[in-house]
């Protein structure tokens, strides 16, 4: 069974940045690493913190953002 969005980010993100990842079709942290990080930061919804919370989330998996 695939993971709801909100099981495979970080848990503490906010609601917004969620819906944000959801819609731009990004459901995983393989699917995130394919996006850079000043493409996801435009995301209508993506805060400063929520981004932190993906980069630190991205380097436990041994991901990070494109270039």
Sequence with gaps: MAQT???Q???KMAKPAQRALAGAGITSYQELSKHSEE???K???MG???MNQLKEALEKQ????SE
Aim: aromatic share 10%; glycine share 10%; no cysteine.
């Design 5 to 7: 969005i909100e099981e």
């Design 9 to 11: 980010f970080p848990p």
């Design 39 to 41: 493409k996801v930061s």
């Design 43 to 45: 995301l209508h919804g």
């Design 48 to 50: 400063p913190k929520a």
């Design 62 to 65: 041994g991901l990070n953002f």
